[in-house]
C-alpha cells in the first residue's frame, strides 16, 4: 500500500518563500511520475509541476522560473521550493504518483494549505 504524506505549508507574505515535501512510504515502482498539484477555493485541481523517476520535470506557465520541483529518490521524497509567491498561489497542494506496472495507477497525499497573504 502506497501512502504520500505531504508537509511544508503554512502562511507567508507575498514575495516569500516554502517548500512542500512528500514522501512516499509503500511498495514503490521504479517507473513513476510524481507531482505535484493545487485547488484554490470554487476552481479545479490544477497540475504545478511533475518530475519523473529519470529527473526530467515540467512545469504549468503560471510558475516557471519560481516554482522548482525535485526529489530525493533515496529518502522516496520529492519537494517543491516556492519562490516569489503570491497571493494566486494560494490554494491546498497535494502530491501525487503515478505507477505504470501492467496499468497506470494514481496516489494522492491528503494535501497541504498555502497561503499567501498580500
Known amino acids: 500500500q502506497v501512502q504520500l504524506v505531504e508537509s511544508g505549508g503554512g502562511l507567508v507574505q507575498a514575495g516569500g518563500s516554502l517548500r512542500l515535501s512528500c514522501s512516499a512510504s509503500?511498495?514503490?515502482?521504479?517507473?513513476?511520475?510524481m507531482g505535484w498539484y493545487r485547488q484554490a477555493p470554487g476552481k479545479q485541481r490544477d497540475l504545478v509541476a511533475i518530475?519523473?523517476?529519470?529527473?526530467?520535470?515540467n512545469y504549468v506557465d503560471p510558475v516557471k522560473g519560481r516554482f522548482t520541483i525535485s526529489k530525493d529518490n533515496a529518502k522516496n521524497t520529492v519537494y517543491l521550493q516556492m519562490n516569489s509567491l503570491k497571493p494566486e498561489d494560494t490554494a491546498v497542494y497535494s502530491c501525487?504518483?503515478?505507477?505504470?506496472?501492467?496499468?497506470?495507477?494514481?496516489?494522492w497525499g491528503q494535501g497541504t494549505q498555502v497561503t499567501v497573504s498580500s
Open positions: 509503500g511498495s514503490i515502482p521504479s517507473i513513476n511520475i
Open positions: 501525487n504518483l503515478r505507477t505504470f506496472l501492467g496499468r497506470e495507477t494514481t496516489y
Open positions: 518530475i519523473s523517476s529519470s529527473g526530467t520535470t
